[in-house]
């Protein structure tokens, strides 16, 4: 009996330290010890299995994977923005494209790949003065800066949440982004229909007397570290860790004269890693936990929906924590043992993840979220005015797909 109250106080103790701001790897971690200390048996024999247990999330290759991924990909994106490669992108993408509604989806989705903490804060001021020339509100602002940015948690294969949730659920990155890929264009369709709708587009000069060919080859350029990470392992045998490491040492050539070696030390984002590190230490304590497996088989055997935990559980856990990787690694752990155990698993994984992004993306604690809206001195309320519609829309097409995937 203590070990199920063990593994239910751990997950409320886990919320209620996100909640409170509390690092997201330190929060994982008191929960793991948590679960640990409030096993079966003697004291010395807890002990022994939290040491041991701990010792084998750690060491397990698919821990120090993740996080050397998260880490890399950390230390990518700042040595982009420090040798002004994401300026040049951008600059880039506003010779070729003429249209201003095109460069308000492309600046903030190129700047939302991204993985910065709190990375639409970039891409609004860069959008603002694009937005005064289309007649657009600064709250219409906010929802287009937030909505385009974290669309792409779906199916770009270097998010955390992403790579989290594959780990976890045991399906890799690329099925799940081809799952994924038609909730992106959904999104992409809605986006349109909402936030451009009756909005002119004003003529522009572009480029100044570049030539077209001259346009290209400056955003192929500014590109190409994408383009080299990406694409390495779709077209050669190699893993995303890999592609990644050479499209770091590719940045760091081609900027040689800019580049600088502390990037490196501050480009790395400890306290994304040690939440990584912390998450798959939690799975581990979980899934040596006899706790879950009997809560598991309770609520199966209780007959609660698991259309309403696969919904429910995920998306109060990302809308109380503002994190997504957060809720995944919370949430995770918990449904998988039930939702594996349903035909066409993989579209329930679709459920839940989705249900995690849409908390995350809605909570009043996602960083994004504060600082657009400080940015633009607008408030949530009015952002949740703006919002309802395309996510609702969003939302609607998802229920739509996941009906289709299930008639298949």
Not at 122 to 137: E, Q, V, Y
Not at 341 to 352: C, D, S, V
Not at 383 to 388: A, D, G, H, V
């Amino acid at each position: 009996m203590l070990n199920i109250i063990g593994v239910i106080f751990s997950f409320i103790l886990v919320v209620y330290l996100l909640y409170r701001k509390v690092n997201l790897g330190l929060s994982m971690l008191i929960g793991s010890f948590t679960i640990g200390i409030m096993g079966n048996g003697q004291f010395m024999k807890r002990l022994i299995n939290i040491i041991r247990t701990f010792i084998n999330g750690l060491t397990e290759p698919v821990t120090i994977e993740l996080v050397l991924l998260v880490s890399f990909v950390s230390i990518l994106a700042y040595t982009m923005e420090k040798t002004g490669m994401i300026k040049n992108l951008i600059k880039s993408i506003q010779n070729l494209v003429s249209s201003l509604r095109l460069n308000l989806l492309i600046i903030p989705s190129l700047i939302g790949v991204l993985p910065i903490p709190g990375g639409a804060v970039f891409s609004a001021p860069i959008i603002k003065p694009i937005g005064k020339d289309l007649k657009m509100s600064r709250d219409r602002l906010v929802s287009i800066n937030l909505f385009y940015r974290h669309l792409w948690y779906f199916v770009f294969p270097y998010f955390p949440s992403l790579i989290v949730a594959s780990s976890l659920s045991g399906i890799s990155i690329a099925s799940i982004a081809k799952l994924h890929l038609p909730i992106v264009l959904i999104m992409l369709i809605v986006g349109k229909l909402y936030f451009f709708r009756g909005v002119k587009e004003p003529e522009i000069e572009t480029g100044n007397n570049i030539s077209f060919y001259e346009k290209i080859k400056e955003f192929l350029y500014a590109f190409s570290p994408l383009l080299i990470i990406v694409g390495l392992p779709i077209f050669l045998p190699v893993n995303f860790l890999f592609s990644l490491v050479i499209g770091l040492i590719y940045v760091i050539i081609i900027n040689k004269n800019k580049f600088k070696m502390n990037m490196i030390i501050k480009g790395f984002n400890i306290q994304l890693a040690f939440g990584v590190f912390g998450i798959m230490i939690f799975r581990t304590f979980l899934e040596n936990s006899e706790g879950i497996y009997i809560i598991t088989n309770g609520l199966i055997e209780s007959g609660m929906s698991p259309i309403f935990l696969a919904i429910g559980i995920p998306f109060l856990t990302g809308m109380i924590t503002g994190n997504q990787t957060g809720a995944i690694g919370i949430s995770y752990p918990l449904l998988i043992p039930i939702i594996s155990q349903m035909n066409e698993f993989y579209y329930w994984h679709i459920i839940l993840y989705s249900a995690s992004f849409f908390g995350y993306y809605l909570s009043p604690f996602h960083l994004c979220n504060i600082l657009t809206l400080e940015y633009y001195k607008s408030n949530i309320m009015k952002m949740y005015k703006e919002m309802y519609i395309p996510i609702s829309a969003s939302i609607l097409g998802i229920v739509f797909l996941i009906i289709f995937y299930f008639n298949l």
